[in-house]
């Protein structure tokens, strides 16, 4: 498991469907990435059980 997992969900900002490409070599990642429409900060957490998403949360950071 060191490869790439392709992950869509909506902006927790403006609604925008979002594709995102999430490392699996890292297991659980927490980071703050823009969102590619609205550009607003979005924290995202996510986590992996061998090859399964377990975990994905896309919050939103100020507004």
Known sequence: MNG???HTFMSPHCG??????LEQFYR???YI???EVC????NI???FQGE???LFEAS????
């Open 28 to 30: 659980e990642q927490e």
């Open 4 to 6: 790439m997992y392709e």
């Open 33 to 35: 990435e823009d969102c």
């Open 16 to 21: 925008a469907q979002i594709n995102m490409m």
């Open 39 to 42: 550009c607003n900060p979005i």
């Open 60 to 63: 939103p950071i100020g507004q």
């Open 52 to 54: 399964q998403l377990v």
């Open 45 to 47: 957490h996510y986590k």
